[in-house]
């Protein structure tokens, strides 16, 4: 494999010095994108271009076209492993992600099987061959997963969900019911972003995208103690060099000290908590990423660029900081405003380092 042009980005997560802050953003191969909007109607449906590797790889390169990001995601989706599991995703227009036999009940749980990720996910495998091969060197490839909370939301509820109703009683009500689906989940993470590592990730990122709707007791016992299982069950280097793990929580400020102890090298935050508060919460025991909120990109230039001023000052100086997002980015978002937004992080950072 060829060389590293670009490493910033993983140097930042194992803070070591950089020359400005890295930054990418959540959800940056996407809808706001002319580009993407014809990759996806070529290969007909969005699940349709997550199974074919070329036209994956396509869209991953897509941002990194058009912005100077420091790093590239796999173009894919959380919801793959659920899909493998036999519960048949498809998406319905407008309301977002639905399985047709959804997991109610004990008998459900057990009848799940615990995908092989190499043969059973194998197109993600090659999606990640795919797209190494053609960064070239040029950017880190991040890979990813879903938590197993935020993965069993979307199974027990069937889709998205507003109150998380059904599986919120399955926790209080059918605690071991839950407990029993969360094991296979966490199995079938660590064997998934394994084979992803082998495949050619030099870090991934747990999306604990629905972590937040749950009580401190429930948040540890039913999301963080699973993604600690899946930390310790990760390959820590490949490739001679320490694949980094990120893990974000959204809605998770109230947990940082727990979150920076569950093994992670990074944490990822969301808006909603003030970067240099995390900062001085957790020292330096592990990196931040984050956390513009999405909706400044709705703003003009002069805007974007005071509220990046804003959050690097409140980092402050030295490394551990991968700039991104709070969320992911919006599908209707200027295709300009990401251009203002990266190149202010390079320009306006570059004061805190001194390497
Ligand atoms: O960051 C990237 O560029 C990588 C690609 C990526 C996608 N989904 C592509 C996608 C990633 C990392 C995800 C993760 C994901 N998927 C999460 C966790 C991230 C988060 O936002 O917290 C979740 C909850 C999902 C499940 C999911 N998939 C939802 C809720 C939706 C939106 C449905 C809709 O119609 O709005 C998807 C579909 C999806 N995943 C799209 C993309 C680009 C849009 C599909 C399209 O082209 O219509």
Redesign the pocket.
């Known amino acids: 494999m060829s060389e590293l042009k670009n490493d910033r980005f993983l140097r930042a997560l194992q803070r070591l010095p950089v020359d400005c802050t890295p930054v990418w ?7 706001y994108l002319p580009e ?2 014809e990759t ?1 109607a070529r290969a007909g ?2 699940l349709s ?2 199974k074919n590797a070329d036209l994956a790889c396509e ?2 390169l897509q ?1 990194l076209e058009r912005y100077a990001l420091d790093a590239a ?7 793959t492993i659920p899909d493998a599991m036999g519960l048949g995703l498809y ?1 319905e ?5 639905r399985f047709r036999k959804p997991v109610r009940t004990a008998a459900d749980v057990a009848a799940l099987p615990v995908p092989k990720a190499d043969a059973d996910l194998d197109y993600v495998m090659s999606a990640v061959r795919t797209i190494r091969q053609a960064l070239n060197g040029r950017v880190p490839l991040i890979g ?1 997963s ?1 938590s197993p909370w ?1 993965l069993a939301t ?1 199974m027990v509820e069937g889709g ?1 969900s507003k109150d998380f109703r059904t599986i919120k009683r399955m926790i209080f009500a059918e605690p071991d019911v839950a407990h029993a689906l969360l094991d296979k989940l966490a199995l079938a993470v660590i064997d998934y972003l394994n084979a992803q590592i082998r495949a050619g990730a030099q870090a991934v ?1 747990i ?1 604990d ?2 972590g937040g709707v749950l009580s401190t007791a429930a948040y540890e016992a039913f999301s963080l103690a699973y993604m600690r299982k899946i930390i310790g069950g990760l390959i820590p280097e490949h490739e001679g060099r320490k694949v980094p793990v990120i893990l ?1 929580t ?1 809605n998770g400020g109230q947990w940082l000290e727990m979150i920076a102890d569950s093994g992670t090298d990074a944490v990822g935050l969301d808006w909603t908590t003030d970067i240099d508060k995390a900062r001085s919460r957790i020292g330096d025991r592990v990196a931040l990423q984050g956390n513009m909120d999405p909706a400044t990109l709705y703003a003009p230039a002069s805007r974007i660029r005071a509220e990046v001023s804003d959050i690097l000052q409140r980092f402050g100086s030295g490394s551990g900081h991968v700039f991104n997002l709070g ?2 980015i919006g ?1 209707d978002v200027d295709p300009e405003a990401p251009r203002i937004f990266v190149d202010a992080v390079h320009e306006l950072s570059a004061q805190y380092h001194t390497a």
């Open positions: 953003m959540m959800r940056q191969a996407g809808r993407y909007r996806r449906d969005f271009l997550c869209v991953t941002p995601i796999l173009f894919s989706d959380i919801l998406f227009q407008g309301e977002g992600p990813f879903g935020t979307y998205s990122q999306f995208t629905w974000f959204k969320h992911g599908q």
